[in-house]
């Protein structure tokens, strides 16, 4: 016959007793709300901050041949990443557009 222990009481809740609360902890407010900040001022964009990989990430949410995923370790560099993308982007598309309306016409 197998006898099985009885369940040790482990952790913060203990049958009989009650749960004792847990604190809530946000970490980086600085660097979040910076996120945040920076996706108002640039709506094209969404704008998280990881609090694992301490990165900033930008999500391009306009349409682009493929998706857009830049990050940087501080703000100032992703918005230097988001400035050279949209440029580029723009670029493209003007090239594309351009190209396209002068072929035959010298």
Avoid at 11 to 23: F, N, S
Avoid at 63 to 74: A, F, G, Q, S
Avoid at 89 to 97: G, K
Wanted: hydrophobic content about 40%; some cysteine.
């Amino acid at each position: 016959m197998i006898r099985r222990r009885p369940p040790a009481a482990r952790g913060r809740h203990r049958d009989g007793q009650a749960t004792a609360p847990l604190p809530r902890y946000t970490w980086d407010h600085e660097a979040r709300s910076e996120a945040v900040m920076l996706q108002i001022i640039w709506p094209g964009w969404a704008v998280l901050y990881g609090t694992g990989s301490r990165l900033f990430h930008a999500i391009a949410t306009w349409p682009t041949p493929e998706p857009l995923l830049l990050c940087d370790r501080t703000v100032e560099g992703l918005k230097a990443q988001m400035r050279e993308a949209e440029t580029t982007a723009l670029l493209h598309r003007w090239a594309l557009t351009s190209s396209s309306a002068t072929i035959g016409h010298f």
